[in-house]
């Protein structure tokens, strides 16, 4: 008995392009956390910043962690 084999299907040019749009969308958001987290711990005082256990050197990291968990 022939059996036919099918070469495996790529995505069309349109869910590509959707994906890629996707991506973009999920990057914009992702920068707009890092900045709204980069912003919102800047404009606290270095005592504030101690009292929950940062210093202004951890600010970037923490934006980027935030970022990465509401992903």
């Given at each position: 008995?022939?059996?036919i084999?099918?070469?495996?299907?790529?995505?069309?040019?349109r869910?590509?392009?959707?994906?890629?749009?996707?991506?973009?969308?999920?990057?914009?958001?992702?920068?707009?956390?890092i900045?709204?987290?980069?912003?919102?711990?800047?404009?606290?005082?270095?005592r504030?910043l101690a009292?929950?256990?940062?210093?202004?050197?951890?600010?970037?990291?923490?934006?980027?962690?935030?970022?990465?968990?509401?992903?």
């Amino acid at each position: 008995m022939a059996s036919i084999e099918f070469a495996p299907t790529r995505p069309s040019l349109r869910q590509r392009f959707a994906d890629f749009m996707e991506q973009v969308h999920i990057a914009r958001v992702r920068q707009a956390t890092i900045r709204q987290t980069d912003r919102e711990l800047s404009a606290m005082t270095d005592r504030e910043l101690a009292d929950i256990g940062l210093t202004r050197h951890n600010i970037a990291d923490v934006a980027r962690n935030a970022a990465n968990t509401a992903s």
